[in-house]
T-cell receptor, first 116, second 109 residues
Framework: GAVVSQHPSRVICKSGTSVKIECRSL??????MFWYRQFPKQSLMLMAT?????????EQGVEKDKFLINHASLTLSTLTVTSAHPEDSSFYIC????????????FGPGTRLTVL | QKEVEQNSGPLSVPEGAIASLNCTYS??????FFWYRQYSGKSPELIMF????GDKEDGRFTAQLNKASQYVSLLIRDSQPSDSATYLC?????????FGQGTRLTINP
């Protein structure tokens, strides 16, 4: 149980384009999903917390107009990197927690974004 | 700023020995503590969680928590080369996980 998928696993795009990453909880309903970013040899940094049906809560320093998050259903959240630039190249990882168990998070496999 | 501190390593342990990974945290009110394993290029995988003071064992893994000292550790018995990875300590605070920088562990055959 507690399987989270992400799509795509890897994406290469040109500077200035937008990229959408999907995160799905496959065998449970996730009231809360989290988006992280990890640069090489660094730890995970939380970007935003996403609750189904409401606006995402962004961490300090994360531009909400650049990183658009939508959590339209209990099994799907999307992150759109708008007008991507090379400095946005990173490993983006989502996680999900089950209703009432917000502290235990299960991670998706991650999406490696490379912006040329 | 809530902080979680880990020794970044690398920590080298011979195969079959016990690997000991340590973590300290700054928020005395934290209640939930997690250890994740992350292989290079992969996302974190939950290994163990612990809520109460003392030890919690799961197979070859033992998590230890000491809230008075704000210290949580992970012991890996009978270390295997497949245990070579980065181990992330995480503390649940204000409805989110705060991660340490991770300890890179290498098990030498």
């Amino acid at each position: 149980g507690a399987v989270v998928s992400q799509h795509p696993s890897r994406v290469i795009c040109k500077s200035g384009t937008s990229v959408k990453i999907e995160c799905r909880s496959l065998d449970f309903q996730a009231t809360t999903m989290f988006w992280y970013r990890q640069f090489p040899k660094q730890s995970l940094m939380l970007m935003a917390t996403s609750n189904e049906g409401s606006k995402a809560t962004y961490e300090q320093g994360v531009e909400k107009d650049k990183f658009l998050i939508n959590h339209a259903s209990l099994t799907l959240s999307t992150l759109t990197v708008t007008s991507a630039h090379p400095e946005d190249s990173s490993f983006y990882i989502c996680s999900a927690s089950a209703p009432g168990v917000t502290d235990t998070q299960y991670f998706g496999p991650g999406t490696r974004l490379t912006v040329l | 700023q809530k902080e979680v501190e880990q020794n970044s390593g690398p920590l080298s342990v011979p195969e079959g020995a016990i690997a000991s990974l340590n973590c300290t945290y700054s928020d005395r009110g934290s209640q939930s503590f997690f250890w994740y394993r992350q292989y290079s290029g992969k996302s974190p995988e939950l290994i163990m969680f612990i809520y109460s003071n003392g030890d919690k064992e799961d197979g070859r893994f033992t998590a230890q928590l000491n809230k008075a000292s704000q210290y949580v550790s992970l012991l890996i018995r009978d270390s295997q080369p497949s245990d070579s990875a980065t181990y992330l300590c995480a503390v649940f605070w204000a409805q989110k996980l705060v991660f340490g920088q991770g300890t890179r562990l290498t098990i030498n055959p």
